[in-house]
């Protein structure tokens, strides 16, 4: 089994950044890539940015390219998003999930996962 728990959202003014952590509880074996994904209100769920524990590959949603950095940390086994030039439509519940069988190039366009975290609220606003 694989617990995620997020930390680090809040509020933020335009052009700053916030980075998200997400803390692994579990093997690297019972999944495959484990990513960042948010909801806006009134919006569906979209995938964000995500990385495999393994390769390091990265993959990331056009609306975040170059703004948002994807990263791993193998010793405390932690997952983080790098918000850079954050924009208030960039203000949603973040939430970290975790595939046992996608891969990176494929896990942003899926909606379902094996393991999501609670969610954390990020507000960028004046």
């Known amino acids: 089994q694989v617990q995620l728990e997020e930390s680090g959202g809040g509020l933020v003014l335009p052009g700053r950044s916030l980075r998200l952590s997400c803390k692994v509880s579990g093997a690297t074996r019972h999944y495959n890539v484990i990513g960042w994904f948010r909801q806006a209100p009134g919006k569906e769920r979209e995938g964000v940015a995500c990385?495999?524990?393994?390769?390091?590959?990265?993959n990331y949603a056009n609306s975040v390219k170059g703004r948002f950095t994807i990263s791993r940390d193998n010793a405390d086994n932690t997952v983080y998003l790098q918000m850079n030039n954050l924009q208030p439509e960039d203000t949603a519940v973040y939430f970290c999930a975790a595939d046992r069988w996608l891969t990176a190039a494929t896990m942003l366009t899926h909606p379902n996962h094996d393991f999501w975290g609670q969610g954390i609220q990020v507000t960028v606003s004046a």
């Open positions: 990385i495999t524990p393994h390769t390091l590959s990265t």
